[in-house]
């Protein structure tokens, strides 16, 4: 599914099952960072139109979903509050490569991945968690992610050919399920 | 008006009158400028919920007008371009105190300035501009420059008492009036 190589397996739900509370403030981490991500791409690529409109409106929406955590959080009454955030970002971030183009490529397949796997595990909570809140909640949310992942692999392509695009994604994606399959203590959504 | 100690004088206005274009341009990195400093104020001070709301209102703001410059600029057939910036901002950024809580301040209230003057900027173009079309654009944009400077100073008062940020508020408005009476032989929307 969206070019992941791995599916998620129960483990990672069992344990974030136990620490939803967690999870949820590290949910809303994840969105604030993917708006992050998306505006330093407007900044490095800003003669790219496309891209520039693409990046706003998924910079709107990450923001949009980041206070629909930070209500849910509220709601609930779980304070927000930093949090040390699950290896995965970091060693993805470590693939891109320095040189344009392929900075700009990888940059862009790195989010593309990223986006992949939160649809996945969106998908996952929305299937299997016991609380009907969440289930609705994450439901609602799936599908922008998988949007995002099309998004960010279309515009890879202004910067190199379709045939290394391809490429390029197949190996960072078999490094991405790597680390997914490693996994990592903390309950985060990318552990 | 809106905490700035000086108006802008008729030579600006003559400056930029003859290069529209490259103002237009200059126009279209201050929006995306000026969403970035949203963005990085949601990512230093995330633990405070209002100011996230106002910063991913105001970052939305930005990038819709930042996509506005951008379909004016090819509507009229404007190449868009990196742009060597005027001094203005580098120079006001130079002000802020590198001490938590007064960086917060500065932080705050060098943005609400930029607002502001962006606002009375906004609205001469819109007064005295020759281009209908541009007159037009410029009335639609100001009042939300007045709205940012607002929320900007607001804010402000999470990090210091009121006499405290009216009082350096007062004390950097100084400094930015100094700035725009130096001027800057660039024509920008800040020179």
Redesign the interface.
Known sequence: MLSLQSQTDARWLAMVAEHLDELLIDHA?CE?KA??VA?NL??HY??D?EL??EM?TI??EE??H??LV?DLL?RRGIP???LKPSSYGARLHELIRKQEPDRAVDRLLVASLIEARSCERFRLLAEHVADAELRAFYAGLFESEARHHTAYVRLARHFASDATVNQRLAELSAIESQLIAEGDPLPRMHS
């Open positions: 981490h604030k708006a992050g505006m407007i900044f800003v003669e139109d520039c409109r706003a910079v709107g923001l949009e980041f206070a930070r509220a927000f509050r930093r």
